[in-house]
């Protein structure tokens, strides 16, 4: 079983910064890739910035510069910096993890959700 939890969204001005964390527990082997996702209301989630287990990212354009995605492998945490932060900004922020677990003998990957975190930008 594996859980991922995260932290730090609310409520904050245009302009202002947020850093929200996802930590990782069970019955793990190792984590691939990590990423955030967001989903406002009424549209589709979307991927906002992903990082592979080496380090190298990938960001959507509309965060470009302004977020940044980092992790702490020790921790099995990943965290994303939210700078410059706009009202359009406002949704729910989930992290994905693809982690390698042993199922039934091999070892296999899965990925796994968190439960959301709510960030809200006023302008």
């Known amino acids: 079983q594996v859980q991922l939890v995260e932290s730090g969204g609310g409520l904050v001005q245009a302009g202002g910064s947020l850093r929200l964390s996802c930590a990782a527990s069970?019955?793990?082997?190792?984590?691939?890739?990590m990423a955030w996702f967001r989903q406002a209301p009424g549209k589709q989630r979307e991927l906002v910035a992903a990082i592979s287990n080496s380090g190298s990212t990938n960001y959507a354009d509309f965060v470009m510069g302004r977020f940044t995605i980092s992790r702490d492998n020790a921790k099995n945490t990943v965290y994303l910096q939210m700078n410059s932060l706009k009202p359009e900004d406002t949704a729910v922020y989930y992290c994905n993890a693809n982690v390698v677990v042993r199922h039934l003998g091999p070892l296999r990957a899965f990925d796994y959700w968190g439960q959301g975190t709510q960030v809200t930008v006023s302008s």
């Open positions: 069970g019955n793990i082997v190792g984590i691939n890739g």
